[in-house]
Structure formats: C-alpha cells, structure tokens
C-alpha cells in the first residue's frame, strides 16, 4: 500500500497524542468531508496501522496508532495504555488545540509539541511536571493547561511557577462550572505573569 501525504498526516498526529477521535482527524488532516475521512481510516485500520476502540457508551470512538504503524514511525512499540480517568481530559486537550488553531493563536502546528513528547524527550528519566502542550510563536514560546480537576493550591503554584520558568507566556482552559479552580489561578497571577485563561464552554459550541 502506497501512503499519501495526508495518511502520514493521520499517523503522525496519533503518534504526537494518546488517541484522537475523528473530528479531530477530520481537522487536523485536512479532509474536506467526514465521508472522506472515514473511507481513508477504514483502509488504515484494515492494513493495520491504527486502531479503532470503542471504550465508553457516549464517547465517540478513539483511534490509536497499531503496532505496524507505531514502527513505521519508529516510534517505542508499547502502545499506550488509555486511561478512562483521563478520556475527557485529553480530547478536550485537542478541542483546545483546534479552537487555537482556528483562532490563529498557532500558525504552525510542526511548532507544537505533546506532553506525550515532551516526556519522550526526556527519556527514561524521572518524570516531571509537563504542560498538556506546548508551541512557539514570534519568538516566544507558550505553554497549555486544560485543568478540569481542582489541584491543591500548593501543587497549582508549583505548576504555575514551573511553566513561568520555562516559557514565555501561559494559557490555562478552565470549565466555567468549576470556577474555583479559575479563582485559584486569578489569586496567583500578580505573583507569575503571562497568564491568560479560557473559558472551555465559550469554545466547545
């Protein structure tokens, strides 16, 4: 099977993330209809380069890389383990992403890099704090949070003062139902600056 330039596409945007569900393929692809996609994605998992799970009854489906295709990437062949506790979390990571993009906040997604890279950049080294991803624009680089769990105050400042540390500026998504977790991020931005928050609601329209 010979691969288009959209099917490495495809596959190097489930390699950058845990799983994808189709919309977001459908976006980051660049496929002019859901109908084209979903003939593309058929055609991939039948040569077994992704997978399609269906784990949860009202989440859509989750495509993942497949053995096959996590090699061509040369990519580590364990695939990852998906954590329920986290489906929400990570799709809406993408959400982020998109509305980003759309938005033209990220004019180059080659820029941006997963938490998921970022820890295989560091190896087998000990684990540390990461932003959900991070990308660079006009010479400054920005880091992402989607924080839908309220975190102790202490952990949160750590967070906070990590990603100050290290990047230029902060855009952390918050659910406007959940505004405490905002209040806690507003009581400590005189203390890091750069901070700008999202309202999750206000894009997932």
Request: charged fraction near 30%; include cysteine; glycine fraction near 2%.
């Given at each position: 099977m010979e691969l288009s330039a959209r099917d490495y596409k495809i596959l190097g945007n489930l390699g950058k993330?845990?799983?994808l569900i189709a919309s977001h393929i459908e976006f980051l692809a660049g496929f002019p209809s859901s109908r084209t996609m979903y003939r593309r994605l058929k055609?991939?998992?039948k040569e077994k380069l992704i997978e399609k799970q269906k784990i949860l009854y009202?989440?859509?489906s989750l495509y993942t890389l497949a053995h096959k295709g996590l090699i061509l990437l040369s990519l580590n062949?364990?695939?990852d383990k998906i954590r329920i506790e986290l489906l929400k979390h990570n799709i809406h990571v993408i959400d982020t992403l998109i509305y980003l993009m759309k938005n033209k906040v990220i004019?180059?997604?080659?820029s941006v890099k997963?938490?998921?890279e970022l820890n295989r950049k560091n190896g087998f080294s000990k684990r540390t704090h990461q932003p959900d991803f991070v990308f660079f624009k006009d010479n400054k680089t920005y880091c992402v949070e989607v924080e839908l769990s309220l975190k102790s105050t202490e952990t949160l400042e750590k967070n906070l003062k990590d990603n100050f540390l290290k990047y230029d500026n902060q855009i952390w998504v918050v659910e406007k139902r959940n505004n405490k977790?905002?209040?806690n991020i507003k009581s400590l931005m005189n203390k890091y600056s750069d901070i700008n928050i999202l309202c999750l609601e206000e894009f997932l329209i």
């Amino acid at each position: 099977m010979e691969l288009s330039a959209r099917d490495y596409k495809i596959l190097g945007n489930l390699g950058k993330w845990h799983f994808l569900i189709a919309s977001h393929i459908e976006f980051l692809a660049g496929f002019p209809s859901s109908r084209t996609m979903y003939r593309r994605l058929k055609v991939l998992i039948k040569e077994k380069l992704i997978e399609k799970q269906k784990i949860l009854y009202g989440v859509p489906s989750l495509y993942t890389l497949a053995h096959k295709g996590l090699i061509l990437l040369s990519l580590n062949k364990r695939k990852d383990k998906i954590r329920i506790e986290l489906l929400k979390h990570n799709i809406h990571v993408i959400d982020t992403l998109i509305y980003l993009m759309k938005n033209k906040v990220i004019t180059d997604l080659e820029s941006v890099k997963s938490e998921k890279e970022l820890n295989r950049k560091n190896g087998f080294s000990k684990r540390t704090h990461q932003p959900d991803f991070v990308f660079f624009k006009d010479n400054k680089t920005y880091c992402v949070e989607v924080e839908l769990s309220l975190k102790s105050t202490e952990t949160l400042e750590k967070n906070l003062k990590d990603n100050f540390l290290k990047y230029d500026n902060q855009i952390w998504v918050v659910e406007k139902r959940n505004n405490k977790i905002e209040r806690n991020i507003k009581s400590l931005m005189n203390k890091y600056s750069d901070i700008n928050i999202l309202c999750l609601e206000e894009f997932l329209i």
